[in-house]
């Protein structure tokens, strides 16, 4: 087994072993996508002997991700080994005695494909650790939705508590809807129109519309005493609100929850508050609130304390808003403490790419010590994520561990002292370390899986290149430079800008197979954190707000800048791309500038004035606008590129999901395209089917592969004078 100080180190000593093969290596490509095996939800056994996870991957054939729950020994190396034998297995979740492992299993879609209409159904299931197969614990009815959230065990082992979507409760015989009083043979037709109350009528990633009578409750379930025990699930709570992010108190008495218990939220910026529901059922207390929102509850290992994720929103009120840990005493009417409010980094937070697991959970916990003196957590740092130890009674905060990598999930014995966390780097998609939490200096970890080893023996991939300049006002940015495997430095390159969705999000040391593809290419890959990115900072998040686009697309071309002046960049083959709120910049850089020959913008926003009546949230409070669009139409059309979309020269391409309902395409690319064939302008719009705004990240897999090659095909052509019929108008 390999030990070292941090897997930056390791990543070195193989590149060192690697590099007299390296030329008979080959370049990756956008379908090794289809052979790339991601792991999602680590969860270490009470004892530290084992890890469970979920391990997904892609069925070319039937285009859809599966997965299911492997295991993996701690301290033997060996290879992981499937536990479960479903395609859509996910969750897995340790008893506290360690003999059993619960999970979340649903059944795949019929016909193919990855998407679906309707939710397929899901149980909770239950494997004795000891042998034998998983058996269903859970059969609820289907107007009942158990979500993928995970099982949460008591702390006897006896009870599992979950939640779940419940559609309201009909009296018995009554009629589905108000009989006609004509006397029609339709008398009993139960309508299909939608009567909407709400502001927030849709999310992105449910198709059709939100149902306002269907919220997510919390149930418990007691474990089977034997083959034929089927208990049935027990309801703790109902009515008009939502319950979520559950833990048990150590006692087993008492489930702590989260919810939002305000009907429109958006008027007045509530956020969610923690409450407490007796295990046997009873009445729902409220435990704390701050101003702001509550998440990630975890008691103390003695029940005295608690400790979660709170988001101050700001006063006034912020577009961006740090995230920070916070503890407070279990007794009634304590007051929560800000352990980090002097800590200006992002409590929780992480890097993004476009290698998450596009399957399972990733999460973050709050984990305490075992003396209970300290907290144990992620925080993301400028453009990496590492694990923290943060010391209760100074707030101070520690690196457990240290690198430039992302750690994008992990979990830990009850007494805190093992941890296992998934680790990505710019150069490995993710892979499970352990380590301990003994001792005041940062963490030694263990790597014990390799699950794209034997993928990535056989790619030449590139190393970025970390640099950090100066923009316009003297501002320092930090940004990566990510070069074709075989780069020449006494040749020019085209060069591709790629611009950050969020905005308040971050680039970094996480694996983006885009890049990586696009550098194999042959192109030099930009990629920065401008003003408005996070792990920087509240103020450095913050400074875009009524401004945006603006100053952070100043600090895109001062680094487009500092590349060029590096000589090895082609300044008249240069190209640019983004999503999301990297898709906004796209278009209002080619409104702000000539300098870039080929452009593709993805999921894009053209118009606020439109985007602000039509997205799947509110933008009621003055976070990004100080008024409503009717108010100041002069600001919302001022930070709109569809109203400088007569400066537009450079070709662009407009890649949408038909399904994205958080960036929608009439608000975004329609726009820009209608406009820009107008105006004679080479453009083409490509449509996803069935996308929504994740298409990038977790999009049915043949999706994801094509919308790689329409991007480096539009580049292609523009930069490297390889032409596609296909982008050509019939004249």
């Known amino acids: 087994m390999i030990r070292r100080a941090s897997l930056a180190a390791l990543a070195c000593l193989v590149a060192l072993s690697v590099a007299p093969h390296a030329q008979s290596k080959r370049f990756i490509t956008e379908k ?37 729950i492997y295991t ?127 502001a927030v009528y849709r999310a992105n990633g449910n198709p059709g519309w939100l149902d306002d009578d269907r919220h997510s409750h919390i149930f418990t379930v007691r474990v089977p005493e034997g083959a034929n025990d089927k208990p049935a699930p027990t309801a703790l709570t109902s009515g008009e609100f939502s319950e979520g992010n559950l833990a048990w108190a150590p006692g087993g008495s008492t489930i702590y929850f ?92 992480g890097i993004g790419g476009d290698q998450g697991a596009p399957r399972g959970q990733n999460r973050k916990p709050i984990v305490w010590s075992k003396d209970g003196t300290a907290l144990f957590l992620v925080s993301a740092e400028k453009g990496s994520a590492n694990l923290k130890r943060v010391t209760i009674a100074t707030g101070a905060v520690d690196p457990l561990t240290e690198g430039a990598q992302d750690v994008a999930a992990f979990s830990a014995t009850p007494d805190g002292t093992t941890l296992v966390a998934t680790v990505s780097t710019q150069t490995t998609i993710g892979d499970l370390v352990v380590l301990k939490t003994t001792g005041g200096v940062p963490a030694t970890p263990t790597q014990i899986t390799h699950v794209n080893e034997e993928l990535f023996n056989d790619i030449r991939q590139s190393e970025p290149e970390e640099i950090w300049y100066k923009s316009f006002d003297g501002r320092s940015v930090q940004g990566w430079i990510l070069k074709p495997p075989d780069f020449d430095g006494s040749k020019k390159y085209p060069m591709i800008l790629e611009i950050h969705g969020g905005p308040h999000a971050a680039y970094g040391n996480v694996y983006t197979h885009e890049f990586q593809w696009m550098a194999a290419s042959g192109y030099v890959v930009l990629f920065t954190n401008p003003r408005g990115s996070t792990s920087y900072g509240q103020e450095f998040g913050n400074i875009i707000q009524y401004h945006y686009p603006g100053d952070d697309y100043k600090d ?26 990297g898709g906004l910049l796209t278009n209002w850089t080619v409104t702000q500038t000539r300098r870039f020959k080929a452009a593709v913008s993805q999921r894009d926003i053209a118009d606020w004035y439109g985007f602000w009546f039509t997205a799947d949230f509110t933008l009621f409070q003055p976070t990004w606008f100080r008024k409503t669009p009717w108010e100041d139409p002069q600001d919302f059309a001022a930070r709109s590129p569809i109203t ?21 395409p009439a608000d975004g690319g329609e726009m820009m395209f209608r406009a820009l064939k107008y105006r004679r302008i080479p453009t083409v719009m490509v449509r996803f089917p069935r996308e929504n705004h994740e298409l990038s990240r977790s999009g049915e897999p043949w999706h994801r592969v094509e919308r790689l090659q329409h991007i480096v095909g539009w580049m292609d052509q523009w930069l490297q004078g390889r032409r596609h019929a296909e982008y050509s108008t019939p004249q």
Do not use: C
């Open 644 to 664: 400088h979309v007569a400066n537009v020269t450079t070709p662009l391409m407009l890649v949408l999901g038909d399904e994205d309902y958080r960036t929608p």
């Open 72 to 198: 993996v020994p701690v301290k033997e190396p060996a290879s992981p080994h499937r536990l479960t034998s479903g395609t859509r297995d996910l969750a897995p979740r340790w008893s506290p005695d360690g003999k059993r492992l619960a999970f979340v299993r649903s059944v795949a879609p019929t016909g193919g494909g990855e998407s679906s209409s309707k939710p397929q159904p899901a149980q909770i299931y239950l494997l004795e650790m000891e042998g034998g197969e998983a058996r269903a614990i859970t059969d609820v009815a289907p107007s009942t939705i158990i979500l993928p959230t995970g099982p949460v065990w008591s702390p006897d082992s006896k009870l599992i508590a979950f939640t779940a979507s419940t559609a309201p409760v009909r009296p018995a015989g009554a009629e589905p809807a108000e009989p006609r009083k004509d006397g029609n043979a339709d008398s009993k037709h139960e309508t299909d129109v939608k009567v909407m109350t709400k």
């Open 556 to 581: 895109l071309m001062a680094g487009v800048d500092e590349v060029l002046r590096r000589g090895y960049v082609d300044p008249d083959r240069l190209g640019v791309t983004g999503g999301s709120g």
């Open 258 to 349: 989260v919810s939002t218990r305000v009907s429109e939220p958006y008027y007045d910026e509530s956020g969610s508050e923690l409450f407490s529901v007796p295990s046997a059922g009873g009445a729902i207390t409220k435990v704390a609130g701050i101003d702001g929102t509550i998440d990630n509850v975890s008691p103390s290992p003695d029940g005295k304390r608690i400790a979660f994720m709170g988001t101050l929103r700001g006063r006034p009120i912020r577009s961006y808003s740090q995230p920070d840990v916070w503890v407070m005493d279990a007794a009634p009417g304590s007051t929560p403490r800000n352990l980090t409010a002097a800590y200006d980094f992002d409590i929780g937070g």
């Open 32 to 68: 090794d996508l289809f052979k790339f095996t991601w792991i999602a939800d680590p969860q270490i056994s009470p004892d530290g002997s084992t890890v469970a996870f979920v391990r997904v991957s892609v069925n070319e054939k039937d285009n859809r991700y599966e997965s299911s």
